[in-house]
């Protein structure tokens, strides 16, 4: 039992799971189902409240349960499963059209996560062997990551439910950032910022709605009457 | 307690208005709140004039001079707002505008929905100010978007949803940005002793130890702070939501949009450019910010200059405007931030003006197309006209009129510390918009039109401006003592000391 609680363990899992993080990422910027790229966010998160759980196990940092359970119902089940009820009330199951196709979007993520291990490494400190910062370094990179991938997708895609996908993953890459760094925000903080995100979810859903029923499309980039 | 009863007021309002289901009694809960809150915030004002910083719950609520200022001035928009919006919104509902897209819900459920969600949206801004924690701060922003997003959808047409959706995406981006920021800024701290607590994440006590802040951490968090909530004070490059949201929203909520929560999303760039002007001193930070003045005052020129649409050209009007209030806050030193608070008042007093002059028009021709109404305000509708012609005149910073005193302090300032290239800048980008601004809406009110159809006395309407447009006209011969005290609080916040 001592051997499973070991830090030295808990490290390895939790680095383990934030690259298979990275890798869901990756794979839902090269994806083009909107109803698997929700799927693969639901999974994303639960890694998420996984990784939190485990650093709340093994870093002694009780205060992150709380966190894990908040993902793993609001951003895991309750999101996910509200998203899919909404393309099946707009009925739309069409591909996502992106901008840039997917084998160049997935290098160009190569490229990014390249990009979010160097500003990491900017924070490495390896002469403080305990605390967050130790934890840290890989976390934070892939955290970083997931952030750079999560504007690239808002960019690349056209359709309305698809950039609020992106922007939800980007969040994950933030909540990443925030147990990886400093074992979570203040509680009243970290409760802020989840009614935040649903609300938002809410909101943005609502408009996305009414824009299928304006404009018979979702296509964003059809919007174009404002300029100037 | 102050603070609670602040907050308290317009979450009330909120859920009276919910509450009550006629109209009279909507627009009659609207004004007490809103009167209410406006009292409470002069009161918060004299306690912080007289005592210094009020805080609440260790720390958690927390107003000083600059709070105090900023949420007076929320506070007095709301206020006017509310009244110009029971005549405006009594018109829209006479001439049918209420009707449109409303998808066979009653005009009812429109009033209903807009003097619920104002009161829900001064509640963000005033809980912006009045949050220490910089977490609660990013979440109260956050709700200030949520909370307006509906107030642009406002009448249902393609093209607000279009700006809608510009508006909170753009939004939620910048703000994520924000975040990210904010928890840097908690780990540049986090090696210092008692900072996993609540109060690692406080403003004043991140200020009072800056100097220990790690300081690779917190050049970073500054930069994602200065976008994501430049992105909400609507900073070129992130300036693209701006005319389109307050253009389709109701005229009362776009005065609000574009004062008080340009107010808002500033006061939070001040707060983290205090942190890291005392981490990094102030020049990293001052550099940045003179860049994105720069920028978001030469971006909105050529706009100026070509603007077909009334009420778009307010709102690059406003880009301008927080391109010259984000330039003096990178300039530094006291007497920059002193002409820092100075122009957010009286740029908050004049934008709001215009705002309501432009509704004024708007619901008496139709349209906010300058080719469409072709000129000749002042016959058509004398009093809107002349208000209209010398807000803009005091906006663009002609002499007698307060915004030329601020203006020409931060330019005084600027030249002072030497920053030369962003004193020419300001100069010709300044000629620039005044030469835009002046074109249009001079011929807009005294060129030659052809239909003289004498418009009506509104009161609600009319009282409101008229009561702005004396302020105006007061507040640049003479500062009342208490509020310039205030003033030079909030100047002494940002430069310490």
Known sequence: MNEFFNPEFGNKVITLTAALVLVLQIAGAGQRWIVTNIRVFGVQSFLLALIAGAIAVFNHAPHLFIAAILTLLVKAIAVPIFLERLVDRIGIHQEIEPVI?????????????????????????????????????????????????????????????????????LENGLFLATISLTYGMPLIVELGVFFDVLLAVLVLAILVYRIRETFESMDVSRMRRLQG | MILILLLLAPLLTASLSYAVRRRPAMEAVNLAGFGATFLLALLLGRQVLNRGAVSLWQGFLYADHLSALVILLTASVALICSVYAVGYMREDERSGALALGANGRSTHFKLRKYYTLTPLFIFALLLVTVSNNLGV?????????????????????????????????????????????????????????????????????????????????????????????????????????????????????????????????????????????????????????????????????????????????????????????????????????????????????????????????????????????????????????????????????????????????????????????????????????????????????????????????????????????????????????????????????????
């Open chain 1, 101 to 169: 196709n997917a084998p160049v979007s997935v290098v160009i993520c190569g490229g990014l996560t390249l990009v979010g291990y160097i500003v990491a490494e900017s924070f490495y400190q390896p002469e403080q062997t305990s605390g967050p910062a130790a934890l840290g370094h890989n976390m934070l990179a892939v955290a970083v990551s997931l952030f750079l991938i999560g504007f690239f997708m808002i960019i690349n895609r056209r359709t309305a439910l698809t950039q609020v996908l992106a922007l939800l993953s």
């Open chain 2, 137 to 497: 701060l990013w979440v109260a922003i956050e709700a200030t978007t949520l909370a307006s997003v509906f107030l642009v959808t406002f009448y249902g047409k393609v093209t607000s949803l279009e700006a809608a959706w510009k508006y909170a995406i753009l939004g939620g981006v910048g703000l994520s940005m924000a975040l990210f920021g904010t928890v840097l800024t908690y780990y540049s701290g986090h090696h210092l002793a008692g900072s996993d607590t609540l109060a690692g994440l406080n403003w004043s006590v991140l200020a009072s130890h800056a100097g220990q802040l790690d300081k690779t951490t917190m050049r970073l968090a500054f930069i994602l702070a200065l976008l994501g909530y430049g992105t909400k004070a609507g900073l070129a490059p992130m300036h693209t939501w701006k005319p389109d949201a307050y253009s389709e929203a109701p005229v009362p909520a776009a005065a609000i949009l574009s004062t008080a929560m340009l107010n808002c999303a500033l006061y939070g760039l001040v707060r983290f450019y205090i942190l890291a002007s005392r981490c990094l001193g102030p020049d990293f930070p001052g550099g940045l910010l003179l860049t994105f003045g720069a920028l978001s005052m030469g971006i909105s020129v050529p706009f100026v200059l070509v603007q077909r649409n009334f009420r778009r050209l307010l709102a690059y009007h406003t880009i301008d405007h927080a391109g010259i209030m984000v330039t003096a806050l990178g300039v530094g030193g006291p007497l920059a931030s002193l002409a820092l608070m100075l122009h957010m008042i009286f740029h908050t007093i004049a934008k709001a003006l215009l705002f309501l002059c432009a509704g004024n028009v708007y619901q008496h021709f139709q349209t906010d197309l300058f080719r469409k109404i072709k000129g000749g305000l002042i016959r058509v509708m004398p009093i809107t006209g002349a208000v209209f012609l010398m807000a803009i005149l005091a906006i663009i910073g002609m002499p007698p009129f307060s915004l030329f005193q601020s203006e020409f302090l931060i330019l005084r300032a600027a030249l002072t510390n030497g920053h030369w290239l962003s004193s020419a800048l300001f100069v010709l980008f300044g000629a620039g918009v005044f030469a835009g601004a002046l074109i249009h809406v001079g011929s807009l009110v005294l060129g030659a039109g052809d239909e003289p159809r004498p418009a009506a006395w509104h009161p609600w309407r009319h009282a409101s401006m008229l009561a702005l447009a004396a302020i105006l006209v007061v507040i640049g011969f003479w500062l009342p003592a208490p509020l310039f005290e205030l003033v030079r609080g909030a100047a002494r916040v940002v430069t310490g000391g």
